[in-house]
């Protein structure tokens, strides 16, 4: 029994010491060139489970949150691209994207609303937004694999796990700090990292 606990507690001292610690590095989606500049201190905070509500989805595991609704007019149907039906708290919801719109981003999804459409955004990105404070507007939100657990940050006494994870690159544009940039999973963000 004592040899059967003795990896898992070596496996959980790993993940802790890679995803709760500050880094003065920032990183890089996997595929890219890893940045070498040294960057501001970055604060790593977990991202909370919405509340169950009318304005929240789950989509393949990412939680999303209703922000806005356009009206019937906003949208064709004929134009979006179906991404998948999403767990809302009564219902499922067909979430959709609206390429080429100017009323709804690219990184934004949509649902059919008995006022219109619906515009959903990842929690993660509204939870980023809110850490960053006042004045802070989203610049943009990309789906990218980390090559890592620490999100693509990482120094020289932080051991991270070599596992691609799903998460976003998060740019915000601050009146304080100017364009910044939040690595975040699923279930946590890394920032700000000034943007490269």
């Known amino acids: 029994m004592r040899i059967a606990v003795a990896p898992l507690l070596l496996l959980a001292a790993l993940a802790a010491g890679c995803g709760g610690g500050a880094s003065r590095y920032g990183g890089s989606p996997a595929g890219s060139s890893p940045a070498t500049t040294p960057r501001a201190e970055v604060t790593v905070f977990a991202i909370p489970s919405p509340a169950a509500g009318a304005d929240r989805a789950v989509l393949d595991g990412v939680a999303y949150v209703a922000v806005r609704t356009l009206p ?84 020289p006494d932080t051991v991270c796990l070599q596992v691609i994870t799903p998460g976003y690159l998060i740019v915000l544009d601050d009146p304080r700090q100017g364009r910044i940039e939040y690595h975040a999973s699923r279930a946590a963000a890394a920032g700000p990292v000034p943007a490269r």
């Open 72 to 155: 019937p007019v906003a949208l064709s149907a004929e134009k979006l691209e179906a991404t998948g039906s999403a767990t809302g708290l009564s219902a499922t919801i067909s979430m959709a994207r609206a390429a080429g719109s100017a009323d709804v981003a690219s990184w934004e999804l949509v649902s059919a609303a008995p006022d219109g459409w619906r515009v959903w955004r990842p929690a993660v990105a509204l939870e980023v937004l809110r850490h960053a404070g006042p004045g802070a507007s989203l610049v943009e939100v990309r789906s990218t694999n980390w090559p890592n657990s620490c999100l693509g940050i990482s120094r």
